[in-house]
């Protein structure tokens, strides 16, 4: 089998320093900053002495039976003029080119425990395999069982028997305290020629690519090309700080933009692996959304930061009211969340049952509340559940319908919950016209949609949206931040220019 559009690695061994630095006892940091600073003059020494704990995988599946094993299509940022490449890299193999029997992959890993004789490598390689095998640069080859992969991260851990033969192993090193433009190593098999050794910077990080909850990829330009999958990219202490998984190319080879799985990620996955043959991720049990700038300010919050919580799962670990839809998350255990993408990352790698304190904004104040983390694992059992509405109804002067902002609202009532096919659970005002052109049109608000809250207030009659919106006129407010409702009660947050 050809593999799909992402990289292949390979093994790595524990390595001595690069380069010996000599000069005056005085100096040597500074000979050694400036030796790296002009890049590695050979990597001869650190390849040699790698390259037995980098190996090739090969796999073997019955064709057509079960799954591709192919992981999903990533995708570049919207409009991106590469999108177009990245799709070919990743097209399917056409089915005349595969065998009539067997399918057949071949990528790379890397071994980090040489006495228990594990060997780290990504899912895709090994996916669906009905046998896996370790190859070495000698020559020598070991079967591998599986013991355990995780498709968020596409990992994968396997053991080979530590008694047949002398392993070497790779220590993984700290990703997070890499730099753009700091030196990095990949060795692995592209297109089946083991033992390849190219040489790169860090190009960028923290990049998202679309491939899964966990996106947080450092870019390469070492050169990285079809059969690197799995493998590790070195720095120059020769430790392990990426695992290569994906390229973007517009002809099936390398064109210097290849994407690795930072250690500091792949650390975590791979300990649960082998200690429990699954992952076990922290849950908070909420949905979340980007705190836009005009969020932020009709919050009264100084920047755009954090995630706001657009709903809470019913069942989850926060729904007893400590954390509340409309919260915006700005800490987690301690850890700054700068956006929304952080949450998830922090929250999962956490573990089970800790009690944590998490601050958040709500109704313009910080406050810290206490929430005990359940499983991610187990929240596929309430993936269907939805978040309802408040049910908070007040007593006030009866307005039945009314327009503001281009939204033209009235009181949810049988009929109209009938016409619109709205939850019973949902509760608050509807929305039976939006203006075209209006900034309601602009932000996506429909017909059919719920106003739950204003400003973080609950809304049941068309006279509390008004008298909420003219209250917030009154504070000098610009802008109107509104939680909505789909007919079957999943929420998300608007802002409405009232200007």
């Given at each position: 089998m050809t593999p799909s559009k992402i990289l292949r690695a390979t093994r790595v061994a524990p390595v001595a320093a690069l380069l010996a630095l000599g000069g005056l006892a005085a100096t040597p940091v500074i000979v050694a900053q400036e030796a790296r600073a002009e890049g590695p003059a050979s990597v001869a020494d650190l390849a040699e002495r790698l390259a037995g704990a980098v190996v090739n995988i090969s796999t073997s599946r019955s064709a057509g039976g079960g799954s591709s094993g192919r992981v999903p299509l990533p995708k570049l940022p919207e409009g991106s003029p590469l999108q177009e490449f990245f799709d070919d890299f990743f097209q399917d193999e056409p089915e005349a080119d595969r065998g009539p029997r067997q399918a057949q992959s071949l990528g790379s890993g890397f071994v980090i425990d040489a006495k228990e004789g594990i060997v780290v490598t990504n899912n895709h390689v090994i996916s669906d395999a009905d046998e896996i095998v370790v190859n070495f640069t000698d020559g020598g080859k070991l079967d591998a069982e599986l013991?355990?992969?995780?498709?968020?991260?596409?990992?994968?851990?396997?053991?080979?028997?530590?008694?047949?033969?002398?392993?070497?192993?790779?220590?993984?090193?700290?990703?997070?305290?890499?730099?753009?433009?700091?030196?990095?190593?990949?060795?692995?098999?592209?297109?089946?020629?083991?033992?390849?050794?190219?040489?790169?910077?860090?190009?960028?990080?923290?990049?998202?690519?679309?491939?899964?909850?966990?996106?947080?990829?450092?870019?390469?330009?070492?050169?990285?090309?079809?059969?690197?999958?799995?493998?590790?990219?070195?720095?120059?202490?020769?430790?392990?700080?990426?695992?290569?998984?994906?390229?973007?190319?517009?002809?099936?080879?390398?064109?210097?933009?290849?994407?690795?799985?930072?250690?500091?990620?792949?650390?975590?996955?791979?300990?649960?692996?082998?200690?429990?043959?699954?992952?076990?991720?922290?849950?908070?049990?909420?949905?979340?959304?980007?705190?836009?700038?005009?969020?932020?300010?009709?919050?009264?919050?100084?920047?755009?930061?954090?995630?706001?919580?657009?709903?809470?799962?019913?069942?989850?670990?926060?729904?007893?009211?400590?954390?509340?839809?409309?919260?915006?998350?700005?800490?987690?255990?301690?850890?700054?969340?700068?956006?929304?993408?952080?949450?998830p990352r922090i929250v999962a790698e956490s573990p089970v049952g800790k009690e944590v304190d998490v601050t958040v904004v709500r109704k313009g104040e910080e406050e810290t509340v206490k929430v005990t983390l359940g499983r991610l694992e187990d929240s596929e059992k309430l993936a269907s559940a939805e978040t309802p509405g408040d049910e908070q109804a007040g007593e006030s002067e009866a307005v039945s319908s009314a327009a503001v902002l281009g939204m033209h609202m009235a009181e949810l009532n049988d009929a109209l919950r009938e016409q619109y096919e709205i939850s019973a659970d949902v509760n608050g005002v509807v929305i039976t016209k939006v203006d075209e052109d209006s900034v309601a049109a602009d932000k996506g608000v429909a017909v059919g949609d719920v106003i739950v809250e204003i400003a973080q207030a609950t809304v049941s009659t068309p006279k509390e949206a008004l008298d909420r919106l003219e209250e917030l006129k009154g504070q000098g407010r610009r802008n109107a931040l509104l939680m909505l409702a789909s007919k079957n009660g999943e929420l998300r947050f608007v802002t409405l220019r009232m200007d």
């Open positions: 013991l355990g992969v995780d498709t968020k991260t596409d990992l994968a851990v396997l053991k080979v028997d530590a008694s047949k033969r002398e392993l070497q192993e790779v220590p993984f090193g700290d990703s997070d305290r890499m730099r753009i433009g700091d030196w990095v190593m990949a060795i692995g098999n592209p297109f089946g020629l083991g033992g390849t050794v190219t040489v790169g910077i860090v190009s960028a990080r923290n990049r998202e690519i679309g491939s899964g909850p966990y996106d947080d990829f450092i870019q390469t330009d070492a050169a990285i090309n079809r059969g690197n999958s799995g493998g590790p990219l070195f720095n120059m202490d020769g430790e392990v700080i990426g695992i290569n998984t994906a390229i973007i190319s517009p002809t099936g080879g390398s064109i210097g933009i290849g994407f690795s799985i930072p250690s500091a990620l792949a650390i975590k996955v791979v300990d649960q692996l082998r200690e429990f043959g699954e992952t076990r991720r922290g849950w908070l049990g909420v949905r979340i959304q980007e705190v836009t700038d005009d969020i932020a300010e009709s919050l009264g919050m100084d920047e755009a930061m954090g995630a706001m919580v657009s709903g809470v799962i019913e069942g989850g670990p926060v729904d007893d009211g400590s954390i509340q839809p409309g919260d915006v998350i700005i800490t987690f255990d301690g850890q700054t969340v700068e956006n929304v993408r952080e949450l």
